[in-house]
């Protein structure tokens, strides 16, 4: 069903608000200007993929204990999800790892935000199609993962370390 938008009307604008506007335009339309309206359009692009991931069955693949395959970089445990099974095949391709039979379990983004990230023990996040040109990182950051295992960006790790292992696959 299509709805037909009116046009918008414009809104009043009080004096308080209309001399704000006028004391940050120069701002706003500097290069500075252009940089924080970049990052602000990045951070809630950034905030739907995440919407999105949460709403969405993903494969995970698993090691023989039936843990997720991590892989532990920059002190941060990072579990794999792929899309479909396409995007694990070039993973396995891309890893040497084609030959195998590999064992994945479908989850959804959200248990495995909520539930799996904590379940670590250590900073944790979500790669996802690794391997391919479309893939991304769920940092263990507030808006990603629960706030409880989030790693702050002010230098405080929250509840975690700086983690031991660099540069591991565990799978």
Known sequence: MTRQMSPPREAPVSASVAAEEAATAPLLNS????????ASA???EFAALVGEFRRTLVLVPLVDDEAPLTGDHGGVR???AFTDESALARFATV???AAREWTYRRILGA???D???PAAGVPCGVVVDAGSEEGVLLPPVSGVVPEAVAVRLDGDRG????????GEDRG
Do not use: K, Q
């Not at 290069?31 to 970049?38: E, H, L, S, V, Y």
């Open 111 to 113: 248990r495995l935000l």
């Open 42 to 44: 990045a951070r809630r």
């Open 78 to 80: 990072w579990i794999y």
């Open 115 to 117: 539930v799996a990230v």
């Open 31 to 38: 290069p500075d200007g252009r940089a924080i309206r970049t």
């Open 95 to 97: 890893r040497g790892d």
């Open 159 to 166: 509840r975690f370390g700086n983690g031991d292992r660099d």
